[in-house]
């Protein structure tokens, strides 16, 4: 919201595009971002109501368009004090091609689209108003969002003012409760909700199942139907895949015989629609991270960890075993978590890194002119051996091992508890 409202007022404001998968609250978002910003909303679904197609048939001339929209509406559309939200946009081409026009004519129109599939439309050719729009993706809620939707927003205010200490224990337990819970509710807004409402987790499964229902639902409507059965095989070893000790992604375990280019495309549009996300293996620890990529090798995770532990049939009476949840399904979800809170940080380039046999560093992102390696500890046990490796073998300023070990910086290697993992970037600041 605050980016909407910094987007607002921006000079030389493009129209804006919110692009995630589908169900992360786009629209809501956009809607109350209209209702609490602008004196009035002129909402169109494309998906829903596919004859607004018919409006931008013709010439994309913004007052033409403008002056329909107002009359189909039964409302004057006024610069800067009317919101424009196009959803589902990837349904209405034509209408995305209009926003060159709205940007380069008529900037006074403030325009937000939202897109549960735009990515895999653009892939089918659609036109793209390249340099004129603006994007901002949406994501499930972080723990951090988590904590605050839970009435926790002075717990998070606290842990935002904390230095390089540890936590007194009861601050422990209390964000460990917190985070095991997340780890079953997970960040999907509807599913959160449901725990608001009724704290129960019958109620939270059974819209995590509805959700991944019509993620598959999606698979049959909107994809060629070549694909389809390629995509459920893939979408579904993803948990499978995950559970390995070695993460790295097999073809093998998608179906007996799979080879990679049978799989690419399907692979493609589960990246597109933002249900999967994709790490890839660097062979070098130096900048840009990219740039040494091995396109070969890569691991797959999910959207939202609370619909993985779903897809991984972990019960929510995980939770009371201690610290068990941790370690289930050989500490995936909590792998998920970390790359989950790393995206939200808009760490965009997100790696992991080998050396032969010896060693594994579970993440490796750059900020600025610095490069981090992370390795992911489930619980306690802070042998960081891989860490060690690439320390010696890159000289980094600062290696990060999160655990649920307090918080400790000890000869540049910085251990950040998984239950704060959100301050990452202010720990960082403070430990180079």
Known sequence: MEKLIEWKSRPGRLPLIVRGARQVGKTWLLTEFGKTA????????????????????????PTRIIDMLGALHGKKIIPEKTLLIFDEVQEAPRALTALKYFAENAPEYPICCAGSLLGVALHSGTSFPVGKVGFLTLQPLTFEEFLVANHEEE???FIEKTSLVALSQPFVLKLTDYLKLYFVIGGMPAAVNAWLLHRDFTEVEEKQRAILDAFQQDFSKHAPVATVPKLRYLWNSVPSQLAKESKKFVYGLVKEGARAREYEDALLWLLDSGLLQKVGRVTNAALPLQAYEDLRAFKLYHLDIGLLRVMSGLSPK??????????????ALTEQYV?????????????????????EVDFVF????????????????????????FREKYAVPCAIRTSLSNVRLDEGLLNIPLYVFFNLKRYLEKAI
């Open 38 to 61: 602008f004196e009035d909303v002129v909402y169109l679904n494309f998906e829903n109501t596919p004859s607004l197609n018919e409006i931008f048939q013709g010439n994309l001339e």
């Open 339 to 359: 790359l989950q809170e790393l995206s939200a940080m808009s760490f965009h380039h997100i790696y992991y890194w080998t050396s032969g046999a010896t060693a």
């Open 366 to 389: 750059s900020e600025g002119l610095h490069i981090f390696p992370l390795e992911v500890k489930a619980g306690e046990n802070l042998q960081a051996r891989s860490l060690k490796v």
């Open 155 to 157: 717990l998070v205010r």
């Open 318 to 331: 995980a939770i009371t075993g201690g610290t068990r949840i941790f370690f289930e399904f050989s500490g």
